[in-house]
């Protein structure tokens, strides 16, 4: 069932401030020391890209909290793509264990480390999650940095009233997901206005291309195969 918008947004308030109280402050000189005057923008976005950027002619780094990217990483089925669950579980951050709260604090910190990465000049194009981000990302855990981000989102959200889950979840088999969708299944994906219906086309290795009629005209969407459901 998806969260509330509200729920979302108060969630990626926190994130903001856990990154700027927990990951920033300490770095901020050493970072200033690097690129002087540089600054740091937090921002929640509306749909789900999160990302980190930077603008050299104000010399600042944004870093943009994708609202449907914190819905997604509530549900075991929609968080499964996502590239901090993998990180999670392929290198041990967080003991392996992929949960809502653990997702939400990963997430502070991979983006942290392409800010890191940036001022260190070691992001190129073509070359984004290369072995620099990692080692700063696993600097970030390896310091306690990571563990003190989730217990501040933790307590936060306990304090604002916020469910903000620490169970690790079940995840689901990705093969059972491939082998669930054949070419010609009724689907649905998106939710509320933003649902879509139509019909599988090609499956892939991971995702589904699905075609849908919308105003006489036929689109043709590539949807991971965990945000797929039979149409009714």
């Avoid at 947004?9 to 005057?37: F, S, V, Y």
């Avoid at 819905?71 to 929609?78: D, F, G, I, S, V």
């Avoid at 999670?88 to 949960?99: A, C, D, K, M």
């Avoid at 970030?140 to 604002?160: I, M, P």
Wanted: with cysteine; charged share 20%.
């Amino acid at each position: 069932m998806p969260i509330p918008k509200q729920t979302t947004h108060k969630l990626g308030a926190l994130m903001c401030q856990a990154t700027r109280d927990i990951l920033w402050a300490p770095a901020e000189n050493r970072i200033q020391a690097q690129n002087r005057g540089a600054g740091l923008t937090l921002r929640i976005g509306s749909g789900q890209a999160t990302y980190h950027r930077y603008d050299p002619r104000h010399k600042q780094h944004l870093i943009n909290y994708g609202v449907r990217m914190i819905a997604a990483k509530h549900q075991p089925e929609t968080a499964l793509g996502w590239l901090s669950t993998r990180e999670i579980r392929g290198r041990g951050y967080f003991g392996g264990e992929v949960s809502v709260l653990n997702l939400l604090a990963h997430t502070c910190c991979h983006e942290f480390a392409h800010l890191l990465q940036h001022s260190a000049g070691q992001r190129h194009y073509g070359s984004v999650h290369n072995q620099h981000f990692y080692k700063a990302l696993d600097e970030l855990h390896g310091s306690g940095a990571a563990n003190a981000t989730r217990q501040y989102l933790s307590e936060q959200a306990a304090l604002a009233d916020i469910e903000l889950s620490g169970s690790a979840f079940k995840l689901p088999n990705p093969i059972q997901a491939l082998r669930q969708w054949q070419i010609g299944d009724a689907v649905r994906f998106g939710h509320g206005r933003i649902e879509k219906k139509g019909e599988v086309i090609r499956v892939n290795r991971k995702t589904c291309t699905v075609l849908v009629s919308h105003q006489s005209r036929l689109l043709r969407y590539r949807v991971p195969l965990q945000l797929l459901s039979p149409a009714a």
